[in-house]
């Protein structure tokens, strides 16, 4: 008989968070229906929608931006609720669950796993608006500024936010649904398609409540010509300061809702 | 000390009794086997154990802790091998145990672990290629890769062909002799035999018998029945002297088909939990 000892400090948080992001990132990349739909969708709708309604440099840098704030969304919201409740149903939170790992690198990890994605996702659609729209890429260092920051507020807030909704789905086909619905509505509010000056009050408002609205207008400002474009927006200006609010407030709501509602399995218990 | 006590364990569902009292003690080393026919309790008893879920009332103690205040140097101690995981299907065999071996303080050597549980050949195959045995030993080797004192296995082997039960028994006799407690939750009788140190038997929320799978429910006391064909016919006779009615019948010639039989485990365990 052996002597046991497993009885050694165990490794930190952030650590195991990194671990669990790098083995994320791995499995994601590996599974093709992630790479035809969540990373290149946004840079293939792009391309069919620019077609059609793209015809002028301005428009271009307009559109591109609002679909870089869509595809982020897509594959923070939409991309990360499913892979949560996928986890749930194939096994995978049960199993961390009785490890010595805690939550909080598995929330690490995710956050890891959908930054490199919306990163990929982000660039193969510059990529795309660059060669066939002419699109410009921002060209001051305080633009980038702000694109860093709205991308990071952006995916944090909407990641959080669909964990917390995926409780509500009990398979990963549910999932797609309470998922998308919501993301596909919040599409036409928040000026992705259609401009968010042209709408009726009512719905100007109901999008300028959720993130998808505040993240598009933040690219816009990066992808704008000239600030002279601030015009166009619903408030006539580009209102940094309440993006960086709005995105803020989501955040720690997000926070709260996924202690509050996050479940390791779909029993009862 | 023992690895798990438990006194006066009590959990209910919706007014439904899971868990109706149960004691429990598994000494340190031991490989103890739960049987029970589904719905008995013994999922929800193993996982109030691995601190997964609440419980109603009782005393338990696992590794000298409460698993419902189990930390993660608890939780380093022990290992869960799950039922019907189909995760990490694109990560190959290597890459997934040397992932999981991440999270503990000392796990083993994750090459020693897929030696182990006899993937080596598999090691670069992805989990979702694997055949349904193999991928119960991945789980076996993600269970037991942080080098764990006890081990649960929640009916391990449904659903095997009698070969890869026998692979994945010798499996378990391997931990099991290198000090590892062993808790098994199963409903083959044969298993709990070829494995458990100690048995115990759960219908209705309660504990029904306990003991040796040689002694369980007083069977290595009870009657013996001695069978043979006569002229009229298969006779039976139930003694608790089963060699003194032999010598008694044999004085008057030969007994044909004789057989001599004490209950089986089976016909203990059926009558249990009847």
Redesign the interface.
Same mark, same amino acid.
């Given at each position: 008989?052996?002597?046991?000892?497993?009885?050694?400090?165990? =490794?930190g948080t952030l650590e195991?968070g990194l671990?669990r992001g790098a083995?994320e990132l791995?499995?994601f990349f590996?599974?093709k229906e992630n790479l035809i739909f969540t990373v290149s969708l946004p840079a293939i709708l792009m391309l069919l929608l620019g077609t059609v309604y793209v015809h002028e440099a301005a428009a271009g840098q307009m559109f591109a931006a609002s679909m870089i704030g869509a595809g982020i969304i897509s594959t923070s919201f939409v991309g990360l609720g499913i892979s949560v409740v996928a986890?749930r149903e194939?096994?995978?939170l049960?199993?961390l669950?009785?490890?010595?790992? =805690?939550f909080t690198s598995y929330f690490i990890g995710k956050i890891i796993l959908v930054f490199v994605s919306s990163l990929f996702e982000a660039v193969l659609l510059m990529v795309v608006a660059m060669l066939r729209f002419d699109v410009e890429l921002p060209s001051t260092a305080e633009k980038w500024f702000t694109f860093g920051w709205v991308f990071l507020l952006g995916v944090i807030s909407c990641s959080l936010i669909g964990v917390a909704l995926s409780s509500i789905a009990q398979s990963t086909r549910s999932a797609s649904g309470v998922l998308n619905l919501p993301y596909i509505v919040l599409q036409f509010l928040s000026g992705v398609f259609i401009s968010q000056a042209v709408l009726p009050e009512s719905l100007r408002v109901a999008g300028s409540l959720f993130p998808l609205k505040w993240v598009c207008q933040g690219f816009r400002s990066v992808f704008a010509l000239n600030d002279g474009y601030a015009v166009m927006e619903a408030a006539g200006s580009w209102e940094l300061g309440r993006i960086a609010l709005v995105l803020g407030a989501w955040t720690i709501a997000g926070l709260v809702l996924v202690t509050r509602t996050f479940r390791?399995?779909n029993e009862?218990? | 000390m023992n690895a798990i006590r438990v006194r006066g364990l009590r959990k209910a569902?919706k007014g439904h009794q899971a868990v109706a009292g149960v004691d429990l003690d598994v000494a340190r080393?031991e490989v103890f086997a739960v049987l029970g026919p589904n719905g008995a309790g013994k999922t929800t008893t193993v996982e109030i154990l691995?601190g997964?879920?609440?419980r109603d009332s009782g005393e338990v103690n696992v590794l000298g802790v409460d698993p419902a205040e189990g930390n993660?140097?608890w939780?380093?101690?022990?290992g869960?091998v799950?039922q019907?995981?189909?995760?990490?299907?694109?990560?190959t065999v290597r890459?997934a145990v040397r992932?999981?071996a991440?999270?503990?303080?000392?796990p083993r050597d994750p090459e020693e672990v897929i030696e182990l549980v006899g993937l080596a050949e598999k090691a670069k195959s992805r989990a979702g290629t694997l055949s349904g045995g193999q991928r119960r030993r991945l789980d076996v080797a993600?269970g037991i890769i942080?080098?764990?004192?006890l081990v649960f296995l929640d009916e391990p082997t449904t659903g095997f062909d009698p070969e890869a039960r026998r692979q994945f028994w010798g499996l378990i006799r391997l931990l099991a002799?290198?000090?590892?407690t062993i808790l098994l939750t199963t409903h083959y009788l044969d298993e709990a035999e070829a494995l458990a140190d100690r048995v115990a038997v759960l219908a209705g929320g309660r504990i029904v018998a306990e003991g040796t799978p040689q002694t369980l429910g007083g069977r290595a006391h009870a009657d013996a029945t001695v069978r043979w064909m006569s002229d009229r016919g298969y006779t039976e006779i139930k003694t608790s002297e089963p060699t003194k009615v032999i010598a008694e019948l044999s004085r008057h010639g030969e007994l044909a088909e004789l057989t001599v039989t004490r209950p089986s485990l089976e016909d203990v365990y059926l009558e249990l939990i009847a």
């Open positions: 008989m052996t002597t046991v000892t497993s009885e050694a400090a165990v =490794p195991l671990a083995a791995r499995e590996r599974q986890d194939d096994g995978t049960k199993r669950r009785g490890t010595p790992m =805690p390791w399995t009862a218990s | 569902y080393g691995e997964h879920r609440g993660r140097a939780r380093s101690r022990l869960i799950l019907s995981a189909t995760d990490a299907a694109t990560l890459e992932h999981y991440r999270y503990y303080g000392n993600l942080g080098r764990p004192e002799a290198e000090g590892t």
